[in-house]
């Protein structure tokens, strides 16, 4: 079984004057065509590096020492230069981001920001297919009366529609791989859930391998196919997401878990912050390649 | 005993497109003691409420009583005392170039409780009643946590001994397992202190576990208050019935709770 993204040893460690920070510890992941994988974490863990490393930026921060290998659709990101990289960047791979209002541009109205990015693979699009094919894609996200939303600017629109926007936009040159990074946690939770419905089916019928990147359980539950638990750079879990949540082996997942506030109501549980057992190995479930 | 009677509230902004009725004709009563958990979502006037309650903000009509006293326009300090605010974001709520000892006693000055020594005592008392170490007090806002953070924003409320605790989403910038724990200290400071609490929030999972009692916005209205037990029952309006419908899950059991409570069955 061939990934599309195949993440091997990754390391990252930041230079300060206080010497290195050590932020990611030698991490595997791995997405296969179509699937849906979600990294869940807690803030400071090193979920939204390890994306800023697939999509190719860190490794152009001067201060950011990044290993390993992180191959995608057979090459490895790692040995491509900057060039290259950016080639990737919103044609093969795109990503969506927490707030949809500041992650657009403000001065541009949603038309021109569409064809700022259907032009980039192909430079001699005209105004008129950018036009009727971002109005098609709007269509795909549900989003009625797409003639007004293209001629709008995105502080004209709601978040929520910002972020169908946002969906649309990252999928309009059909990328193999998504990455999301808390997509829709700036927006309230029926918004938060309508747009996650939304993406799901577009990815499912456009075969897009995502890379779902989230704090929150419950979101998570219902997204994806298979999760990694990383805490403090280092994968503690991963399995097929009914798996993991039936029967969490890890310390940290089984206290992720438990600090959950459930709406059956069982109280607020007694779990500790921080624990030496959130440090134990990795444990995988079967079942997955 | 009713600690705060909020009688007929209104709140009107005058904008370009003409008045946005934030706060519409809303009337409930806290209880002393209790914890009543205000949910709905952006725009449904929560904040706006929290403000007129807290005094930041005028009401256009009607009125909010404490302790059977209506409160006017301009409060007594004795009256700001008694009514104090955790914020939603510990780190842009706290002065950056302030010690946290400084942004604790802050209360402490404006109310002119004690003197300095005293003022010291009691900022060190407020940390230590959150779980902070008394000498935190020395200590700059951004070597803290998130949670240490959030801590001091309760302390800094407490130190003034209120009687009421308005807190607006005091735990969803916080990680899980930070949020656990400090959602477990605001129910022992409850408990212990007699406090009583307004505590707005949009996650009906937290709402479940820490109010007695709920009450429901939108776009300005009170739609629904009730008892948890009763939201969590049988929820009334068929907006509630969404909310809860739209909450993320993590077991089975919750999902099928959600699911029934989301069809009104």
Known sequence: ?????????????????????????????????????????????????????ILGLLQETRSARVSGRVGFDGRDV??????????????????????PTSSLNPTFTIERQFAEVMRRPDRKLTRAACRERAARMLDEVSIPDTGRVLDAYPFQLSGGMNQRVMIAMALANNPKLLLADEPGTALDVSVQAQTLD?????????????????????????????????????IVEEGPTPAVFADPGHAYTRALLKAVPRITGRGLPDVPEVSDDFFDPMVRHGGTS | MTLLRVSDLSRTFQTANGPVHAVRNVSFDVQRGECLAVVGESGSGKTTLANMILGILTSSSGDIAFKGTPLPAKRTPAQRRAIQFVQQNP?????????VGASVRLGLDTY????????????????????????????????????????????RALVCEPEL????????????????RV???????????????????????????????????RAGELVEIGSTEAIFSSPDHAY?????????????????????????T
């Open chain 1, 78 to 99: 790692m040995m491509m230069s900057p060039k290259e990289r950016a080639a990737l960047r919103g044609i093969e791979m795109s990503m969506i981001f927490q707030d």
């Open chain 2, 112 to 155: 002119g409780i004690g003197d300095r020594a005293d003022r010291t005592r009691r900022v060190e008392a407020a940390l230590e009643s959150v779980g902070l170490p008394g000498d935190m007090r020395r200590r700059a806002p951004a070597a803290l946590s998130g949670g240490q953070r959030q801590r001091v924003g309760i302390a």
């Open chain 1, 1 to 53: 079984m061939t990934a599309l993204l195949d993440i091997r040893d990754l390391r990252l460690g930041f230079r300060t004057l206080a010497g290195q920070i050590d932020v990611l510890h030698g991490i595997d992941l791995a997405i296969r065509a179509g699937e849906q994988v979600a990294l869940v974490g807690e803030s400071g863990s090193g979920k939204s590096v390890t994306a800023r490393i």
């Open chain 1, 198 to 234: 939304l993406m799901r089916d577009l990815v499912t019928r456009h075969g897009t391998s995502v890379l779902f990147i989230s704090h929150n359980m419950g979101v998570v539950r219902e997204f994806a196919d298979r999760i990694y638990v990383i805490y403090r750079g280092r």
């Open chain 2, 165 to 180: 605790l308005v807190l607006d989403e005091p735990t969803s910038a916080l990680d899980v397992l930070v949020q656990a």
């Open chain 2, 240 to 264: 509630t019935r969404r909310l809860i419908g739209a909450m993320p899950v993590v077991d089975d059991t919750e999902l099928d709770l959600r699911n029934r409570l989301a069809e009104g």
């Open chain 2, 91 to 99: 780190l842009s709520s706290l002065n950056p170039k302030r010690s």
């Open chain 2, 183 to 217: 959602l477990r200290l605001l129910n022992d400071l409850r408990r212990d202190r007699g406090l009583t609490y307004i505590f707005i929030t949009h996650d009906l999972a937290v709402v479940r576990n820490v109010a007695d009692r709920v009450a429901v916005f």
